[in-house]
């Protein structure tokens, strides 16, 4: 991998001479299930050459991986496949187990989402890595060892012989999705199918492992078919594009084409939905309303049509075909194409944008808004204990070392980060309520560590909690209404007043009142969430923890709950303490952000400020990791590359922690080297607002 | 799939204005009725409920149709075959079958059933709070656990019974109860340490929801398909111990019967003189078929996410 900084233009190396290597024509895939037949793909057709990147992109359940499973032949039985997929000269459906096998791994392989699922843990990395070589290639035992630490090697894991030699829950997960695509290309295969290779990684892993898949595609020369549902990656990796839509091509096109010339509504609120780091804040995102259709009954006509606002009669009528455009190579399943290609309509014309939402408190300035929430040098740490029957301490984890900020009516503060950075356990002590370890909190003028029993519960109810996963945070055995009226009842709201402030909640985030009884799997995955909003809003909080609260939504879902939760913040005068990796979406919803590193805060300050000129070089380094959904952009961005992950918080390295990583330290003179690694840094002002724990942050341009 | 409302523009403010309808009928019947009509759509469940109705009302109504009781005894019938005087024939000293069965049937559907229902309600009590609280609550109920586990239950009973006779038959239900309810205990208690770290456990933590409310409205709740199993194979259970000790004379004691105390002494003749034995054998297969019918049911209908119960 280069090292340090490294332009990610990359000129497409087709070779159109060869030909397709893979070619799928009119794919389908139905499972019969006991409410009828599930048709999961329907009419997929595409072709890649060598060297060339095609992406999926759609959401859960539109038939993407579905699609690459039955490429693969790794369906199970019950499935009915048809269509056509060559592989070269050769048609792979309809070929036995024995047969496919000899083309999977070498012809084609295959990268996951989940590694650790990919690698057996009883053997070493190494091992089955070489063990992949063997399968396909006369080769001694010395040699696919060696060939695999040559691999792992390739795909930038440090120190590739002795890793080889370790199991596969030692390596972190950016770590082992590296040693998967090293796998992956073991037999030089032609196609690479990579599914979700990114989707549990953090931005700057995310972008590691996608500068790896380009060096082994580099490598290789092979195909890679790439799919997954975050469109954003989709425009700096991938040259051509197929939107997915209810298990079939919804627009196929280059990603220029797509990106900047979109011709489905589809794509379009797709696009609309995207919050972009390089936007300004406060717009309401495009939002796609209701959900894709159940495939099981597919309605006849556009299956796009009951969230299409272009919808006309003949939409419901007609299925339409996935026709080309004006260009011959981008082709759109869409009656009205045409038009918006006249008009040259953008997601915001398509879409009905709500007004923005100016809170009238934003009127008032910062300084003169209460604190509701004051977290002051807070600190936590875990023990850490080995062996079974005596514990012994073996060491400290420092998961908060003196972590400090201020939230004050009214406003957003994203507190950002990789994993393992301490943001949940920030938030966790917030919410316990309890007397932390070291420093204070202070929940609306309450300090934390005096409460009696009963202002701890009275303090309850000014601290809401939406969970990251809808479907995780509302008990299942029970039905909305309980749900929602479970924090009432724990605070002794008597039972009439409880019934109408349920039927308030849930018209507050846009659902109908008659779902009380129902429970939560009964509904999408966009409404349990607004379900789960209306619980933290029911005992009138003045604080709302939003612990990622949208990342386990589909794309086109997450703008409507975002803008709910905007439109609610506003009309009722909430603050929210926001806790995300998407930093698009931080910079969309935040007023301020807090940069964690290792239990630190590194910087901190009003987003336009961090984000517009970030003064500490982690800052720098996530931001630019972070893809931007503009294929003309991504082509010409410089992208700090940081190296390796994140020090053990067991053992963090002295001075500053950030120093074994930092591209400003390698960048700067050795004598100022040596007060990075002497010196911890503290918080130095940047500008109005704005902190950032760095000693160089003024020389942050060399980084 | 859920239809799609409105999600966005709904106004605020129309919506509370008054009780919007569907809102009435919240707590009282709406996860009960839910439940109920689960239930109902289990064709095997309901004829089990059916059938365990039946035989209950059999049990308890059955005796009055006929001129004997349970004790008297008919010195012009010793073992005769099933006939229009002894419905299900007599036994060895003259004893009425028909009689002797629906006693013993009374019995024991009382004692398997209470039985059940308390060691899985103990189980399920203790290995949710060890669960849930962890640290010292945990380590002393795991250790009363353990040593319940390691006391031989069938001698403890048989040591105890002497200083009971006479008594009531509710203390032998309490001590058939005290020795069966440790290994579920230790299932919930696992399932419980799941649960508690589940974010909708946390989210009631977080809203000052007390520890045990959550315990009851949360956890047992999400464990209640285990619970429904576990209880309804405690029924036969229950019933087996009650035979094994009543044979051996710790159980129910003579002159009462149970259907443990009859299939022990009929199994001896089951051959030769079969009324002695299938009337209680059969009635005990019965019973304990339905029960399990109507567990499966109850499972389907409180599991909303079990797939019959999805596919309507
Ligand atoms: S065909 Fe009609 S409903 Fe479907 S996307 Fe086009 S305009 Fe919308
Ligand atoms: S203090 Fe030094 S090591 Fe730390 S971020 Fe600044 S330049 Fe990098």
Redesign the pocket.
């Known amino acids: 991998m280069t090292a340090g900084a490294g332009a990610t233009a990359r000129e497409p190396t087709t070779t159109d001479a060869a030909g397709p290597v893979l070619q799928v024509a009119d794919l389908a895939v139905s499972f019969s299930t006991e409410r009828g037949l599930l048709r999961a793909v329907r009419g997929m057709s595409y072709e890649v050459r060598s060297g060339e990147v095609l992406g999926i992109v759609g959401e859960s359940g539109c038939g993407k991986s579905v699609s690459a499973l039955a490429v693969m032949g790794l369906l199970p039985t019950s499935a009915r496949v048809s269509g056509s997929v060559r592989f070269r000269d050769r048609e792979l459906l309809g070929l036995d187990d024995p047969q496919l096998s000899a083309i999977r791994g070498k012809g084609i392989s295959m990268v996951f989402q989940d590694p650790l699922s990919a690698f057996t843990p009883v053997y070493t990395v190494g091992a089955q890595i070489a063990e992949a070589v063997r399968v396909h290639t006369e080769t001694s035992r010395d040699q696919a060892a060696r060939r695999a630490a040559e691999l792992l090697d390739l795909v930038g894991i440090p120190d590739a012989t002795r890793r080889a030699r370790a199991f596969p829950h030692e390596f972190s997960g950016g770590m082992r999705q590296r040693a998967m695509i090293a796998m992956a290309i073991a037999n030089d295969p032609e196609v690479i199918i990579a599914d979700e290779p990114t989707t549990a990684l953090d931005v700057t892993i995310q972008a590691q492992v996608l500068d790896v898949l380009r060096t082994a595609q580099q490598a290789t020369g092979a195909a890679i078919v790439m799919i997954t549902h975050d469109l954003g990656v989709m425009a700096g990796v991938a040259d051509r594009l197929i939107v997915m839509y209810a298990g079939r091509p919804a627009e196929v096109g280059s990603v220029d084409q797509v990106f900047h010339a979109p011709r489905?509504?589809?794509t379009l609120g797709l696009l609309g939905s995207l919050p972009r780091l390089d936007a300004a804040a406060g717009q309401p995102l495009t939002p796609v309303e209701g959900a894709p259709p159940s495939l099981v009954a597919l309605p006849p006509g556009?299956p796009?049509?009951p969230r299409?606002p272009?919808?006309?009669g003949v939409?419901v009528e007609v299925e339409?075909g996935l026709d080309p455009t004006s260009a011959s190579d981008h082709l759109a399943a869409?009656?009205?194409s045409d038009e918006i290609e006249a008009g040259a309509l953008g997601p915001a014309d398509v879409f009905p944008v709500p007004p923005p939402v100016e809170p009238p408190i934003a009127a008032i300035p910062r300084e003169e808004r209460p604190v509701v929430l004051e977290v002051r040098e807070l600190v936590k740490s875990f023990p850490l204990t080995r062996g079974a029957l005596l514990r012994r301490r073996v060491g400290t984890i420092h998961a908060l070392d003196g972590v400090s900020f201020d939230l004050r009516e009214g406003e957003t503060l994203a507190l950002v980060g990789e994993s393992g950075s301490g943001k949940t356990t920030t938030v966790n002590e917030i919410l316990a309520l309890a007397a932390p370890m070291a420093g204070s909190v202070v929940v609306l003028g309450r300090e934390t560590s005096t409460l009696e029993t009963s202002t701890r519960k009275e303090t309850r109810r000014d601290l809401g909690m939406v969970f990251q996963d809808p479907s995780a945070s509302l008990d299942p055995r029970m039905p909305v209404g309980d749900i929602l009226a479970e924090g009432l009842r724990a605070h002794g709201v008597a039972k009439g007043q409880r019934r109408r402030r349920v039927g308030e909640l849930l018209g507050l985030v846009g659902l109908d009142a008659g779902h009380v009884s129902r429970y939560p799997h009964e509904f999408s995955g966009g409404q349990q969430q607004r379900i789960a909003i209306a619980r933290a809003l029911a005992l009138d909080p003045k604080v709302i923890v939003l612990d990622e609260p949208v990342s386990a939504l589909d794309v086109s879902i997450r703008a409507g709950v975002v803008n709910l939760l905007q439109r609610l913040k506003a009309e009722l005068g909430l603050a929210y303490l926001f806790v995300g990796h998407d930093l698009s979406l931080v910079r969309h919803v935040a007023d301020r952000v807090a940069v964690m590193h290792l239990g630190r805060i590194v910087e901190i300050g009003a987003v336009e400020r961090v984000f517009g000129d970030a003064a500490h070089p982690y800052t720098r380094a996530l931001l630019s990791a972070v893809p931007l959904p503009d294929p003309r952009r991504e082509r010409v961005r410089r992208r700090i590359v940081l190296e390796g992950e994140l020090p053990s918080p067991l053992d963090p390295p002295s001075g500053c922690r950030f120093r074994t990583r930092c591209p400003l330290f390698v960048a700067v003179e050795p004598e100022r080297r040596q007060r990075c690694v002497d010196e911890d840094p503290m918080g130095r002002p940047q500008g109005e607002d704005h902190l950032a724990a760095c000693h160089h942050a003024e020389l942050r341009n060399r980084g | 799939m859920a239809i799609p409302t409105d999600p966005l523009l709904v106004a605020a403010s129309e919506a509370g204005e008054d009780v919007p309808p569907g809102v009435e009928e919240l707590e009282v019947g709406g996860r009960g009725r839910l439940v109920l009509r689960r239930f109902l759509r289990r064709r095997l469940a309901v004829v089990g409920l059916v059938v365990l109705v039946v035989l209950f009302a059999f049990a308890f109504v059955g005796p009055f149709l006929s001129p004997w009781d349970h004790t008297s005894k008919d010195f012009a019938a010793f073992l005769e075959p099933p006939s229009s005087r002894h419905w299900f024939g007599t036994t060895q000293i003259g004893q009425d079958v028909y009689a002797q069965t629906l006693r013993g049937l009374q019995k024991s559907l009382v004692i398997g059933l209470l039985t059940a229902f308390v060691s899985t309600g103990i189980a399920a009590v203790v290995g949710a709070c060890a669960g849930y609280f962890g640290g010292w609550p945990d380590r002393v109920l795991m250790w009363v656990v353990d040593l319940l586990l390691v006391l031989p239950a069938f001698l403890v009973i048989a040591v105890l019974s002497p200083t009971f006779r006479g008594r009531s038959w509710l203390l032998f239900v309490v001590l058939l109860a005290g020795f069966s309810w440790m290994i579920t205990a230790r299932v919930v208690r696992g399932l419980a340490l799941g649960l508690r770290e589940r974010e909708f456990v946390q989210a009631a933590r977080f809203m000052g929801v007390p520890s045990m409310v959550i315990v009851f409205r949360h956890l047992l709740p999400n464990m209640a398909s285990i619970l429904i199993i576990d209880a309804t194979l405690n029924v036969g259970g229950a019933i087996l111990a009650e035979t094994g000790l009543s044979y051996f004379g710790f159980g129910v004691q003579p002159p009462d019967v149970s259907l443990g105390t009859l299939i022990a002494n009929g199994t001896r003749s089951a051959l030769t003189f079969p009324w002695l034995f299938l009337f209680s054998g059969g009635l005990l297969v019965l019973t304990v078929l339905a029960v399990s019918f109507v567990g499966d049911g109850l499972r389907d209908a409180l599991d909303p996410n079990a797939a019959a119960a999805r596919a309507r």
């Open positions: 489905m509504p589809y556009c796009f049509a299409c272009l919808q006309v939409c339409p869409c009656h009205r």
